[in-house]
């Protein structure tokens, strides 16, 4: 699936019923195929802790986990929380309560205007270091998500139950609060073991149509849009970006499956700063620490940022400023092919995202994420991806100024490995659902022309010269033989099909 390029893993993909389509059959076939080498079932012995734990934890989220934490959990369960998430999801990692200080947006340069406050579910508990539930999250890494399954990092009565914080339920959870002044930047963070109670399960699609109307938001997150707007141009003094490339989903449509684009919308754009923010105080109190694990990338080389303010020029745009400006400037001009070309050629500013310890000899430039324009790690995901169940304790023991948990500390060297390798088979997933969704809704029609735009190429080992091409209708991006200026319109034709292989062959015409 094509996404933005940092936005944190916030966004729950919902699971999809069987749909009884035509093509429906091939498509799961394709997704079982792809899931073979997966671990759909949970281990009976990792199963059978996970419920003891939930068993003996599960009505009361003040008690001791299996994880030995003692640290005292305030009890936070007056604050009314709201969960947002695409519609259906059930495994739910944050809850937010936003507030305005003073006169707001208003308030002086030098006192807050802002409070953000950001729960994060406390998985962890249910689980004991080196246990078989443990070496069984360790052995998976992340969620892996298909279009009709997830293979989950926790047993489903974990991180759809227990530990999920569902509406109307106590949860014990992590609690960020944050104090922004009016142009975002943070005035004071603290990170605190709390009890928290969702009120109400939002949802993206109907809190943006209400956004869109004019209605009111709820009053937890009513704060949501001016919020976002202070982080996002904090973001943009700090030298961050957020690459606006399209999102390519496999959803439902007439009973069956198809391809869409998923338009970007204001209101998730800005829940992903709140989850950012987070991410963003639990590396500035790891390092404040000296010790913890951050997610990094290095900033763009010159020649590389050369090259792509050459193809920039070469579209027509200014390339006389920074390339975070000029990616800014240029916007989600979805209609405008010339913008499409560039978005997709932006990407190759940024390689080489990993997983970095924190240490003494470290420069600062190594505990860099150039796409955050700032230190930064994964926090906010503690259902769905393993190194966040690490990050949590080892950021809120330094919040405190206390010792972290041993085996949070042992268990360091090895993370990023562990996350490197699942997040690598997540993005091969990921791309293969979408080939092989492509490869099969396409099949049938060998011989049809499809109108595009060129958005980038490349030439094979053989020598052949290849473009990629954006086509709307289908939403698919393929790659065609031929020739054509970057930007422009362009008409291929697909000459063969191996659905079997995910696999299509088009011919620039």
Request: hydrophobic share 40%.
């Amino acid at each position: 699936m094509l996404t933005s390029l940092h936005l944190p893993s916030s966004l729950t993909p919902r699971r999809r019923e069987p749909a009884p389509g035509p093509l429906a059959a091939k498509l799961q076939a394709a997704y079982t195929r792809l899931a073979s080498g997966l671990p759909e079932e949970y281990p009976a012995e990792a199963l059978a802790e996970a419920e003891a734990a939930v068993a003996e934890l599960g009505d009361d989220p003040f008690a001791t986990g299996r994880d030995g934490i003692t640290a005292e959990r305030i009890d936070l369960r007056e604050i009314p929380f709201v969960t947002i998430d695409p519609k259906g999801a059930t495994d739910l990692d944050q809850a937010m309560h936003l507030s305005v200080l003073g006169a707001g947006a208003q308030a002086p340069a030098d006192g807050p205007a802002f409070r953000v406050r950001y729960a994060i579910a406390d998985v962890g508990r249910f689980i004991t270091p080196g246990g078989r539930l443990d070496r069984e999250t360790h052995a998976r890494g992340q969620t892996i998500y298909l279009p009709d399954r997830r293979i989950p990092l926790h047993p489903e009565i974990i991180s759809e139950g227990a530990a999920s914080l569902l509406p109307g339920v106590d949860r014990a959870a992590y609690v960020f609060t944050v104090e922004l002044n009016a142009d975002g930047t943070i005035h004071s963070q603290e990170l605190v073991r709390a009890v928290v109670r969702s009120r109400t399960q939002l949802d993206y699609d109907a809190v943006q149509a209400d956004h869109d109307a004019g209605r009111a938001l709820p009053e937890t997150i009513a704060w949501l849009p001016e919020i976002g707007a202070a982080l996002q141009a904090d973001e943009a003094a700090r030298g961050g970006i957020d690459l606006a490339i399209p999102d390519q989903d496999v959803v439902e449509a007439d009973g069956d499956y198809t391809l869409t684009y998923r338009p970007r919308q204001g209101i998730e754009d800005a829940n992903a700063q709140i989850s950012l923010l987070a991410g963003r105080v639990a590396a500035n109190l790891m390092l404040e620490a000296g010790q913890g694990v951050l997610r990094t990338m290095p900033r763009p080389k010159d020649e590389t940022i050369a090259d792509f303010l050459a193809i920039v020029a070469g579209l027509g745009f200014p390339a006389d400023a920074p390339y975070q400006d000029v990616i800014r400037s240029i916007g989600h001009q979805e209609r405008n092919p010339r913008a499409l070309a560039v978005h997709y050629a932006s990407p190759s500013l940024f390689r080489g995202a990993g997983y970095t310890l924190i240490s003494e000899d470290a420069a600062d430039s190594e505990l860099l994420q150039a796409a955050v324009g700032a230190p930064y790690a994964h926090t906010t995901a503690p259902l769905r991806r393993l190194i966040d169940r690490y990050v949590l304790p080892l950021a809120e023991a330094a919040s405190r100024g206390a010792e972290p948990p041993a085996w949070a500390l042992a268990g360091l060297e090895e993370l990023p490995e562990v996350m490197q390798k699942s997040g690598q088979r997540a993005s091969q997933i990921d791309r293969q659902v979408i080939e092989y969704t492509e490869a099969i809704l396409l099949a049938e029609r060998i011989g049809e022309a499809f109108d595009g735009v060129f958005v980038g190429s490349r030439t094979t080992k053989s020598g052949t010269r290849l473009v990629e091409v954006h086509v709307p209708e289908p939403a698919v991006v393929v790659w065609a033989e031929g020739e054509a200026p970057v930007g422009e319109p362009v008409r291929i034709r697909l000459r063969a099909a191996e659905p079997e292989a995910g696999k299509l062959f088009f011919d620039v015409v």
